[in-house]
């Protein structure tokens, strides 16, 4: 029983979270919502297509229409269409190959021995892509389902075919995938955090805390901003995909405005996170006890975080900006404000330096983050 229990734990904890997922897709827009209706899409697809295919018409090998049908209902228009030709390419390989040895050798052994591996080697060709394996599949199909015969394999060509209209149609015409939210809430999700730490770290350094093991969770947590956006990249690549060939793009007007868009926002966390990390480096190798990097002067550490919370507030202004919920003068101001602070920053660290090089280092790191983490936001509020 021991060894049962956190298996059904882990059990109830999948169903807890499917459960999650199902009310989540009910109540509201969202990432759930879209995959359940891409699953609902894809068996619609699949019935149609034996419905025509296996019903209607009764075709000799009506089982690969709604096989090609149901796995080319894609997460994006484009990949239904760029897939359903690879996959369409690859099945007629691997079928015409089988069929033509099968038909000369007469013997299924044999033919298989010869016909799979140039089939395996025809799947690694490039421009098949992800589908190269159809090839193999394709011949599979030829070699193991009784006699070998040219009416049967075009048959089963045309059934891959419409099977693939079928698939391609119902993604592309029936609620077609766009991800155009899930990259605003990745973005927002980077901003959020990036402009969280921002604020912590200068609360920090206006109430004079330097406790190493704070420093330390700072700085922990910047460097894993570069994986927030890396995926917030990633996201933003999938919505210019799911952009193309996509009927929904005219009804909701789905296109960044020219100069606002997932580009710009992506610079600008990018340059955030690299900055963001190379501040709390600086605090974290000040606030170490065993490395000589001496601290900065109180007055000085507070108005380095009145930078910070400067710069914190411009970038979620920024963010705000580029979504949708517009506050241009706010930013402007913000950015305004920024500017002023930072020339200040700069002239308060260029009176407080000593011979001590060690000083001078770590108020030289401290200017050259202000300064490069200001720069490209100071760009793009302008």
Known sequence: MRGIRPTWQGVRQDLSAAAHAARRAWAEPGRERDL??????????????????GWWLRAPVAFVAPWVAVVLVESTVYRSVAHGLQQLGAIAAGTIAATAVGLLLHDTMTAMAVVLPLAMLLGQWRRLGSQGIYAATGALFVLTNGTVSVMTSAARLGEALFGAAVGIAVNALIRPPLYLRDTEAVLRDATEETHDILRDVADGLAAGRWDAEEAGAW???????HRLVGQARSTAEWNRESLRGNLRRRRTGAVPLPGRGYDDALAVLDYAAVHTAGVTRTVLEAADEDRPAPRPHPGLARRYAEFLCRTARALRLYSHSRF????EDELREAVRDLRGTLADLRRDLAGSTTDDPDEVATYGALLAQAHRLADRLLASGT
Do not use: N
């Open 219 to 225: 700085h922990e947590r910047a460097l894993r901003l």
């Open 324 to 327: 949708g919920d517009a506050r």
């Open 36 to 53: 359940a209706v891409q699953a609902l899409k894809a068996a619609l697809a699949a019935w149609v297509a034996w419905a025509v295919a």
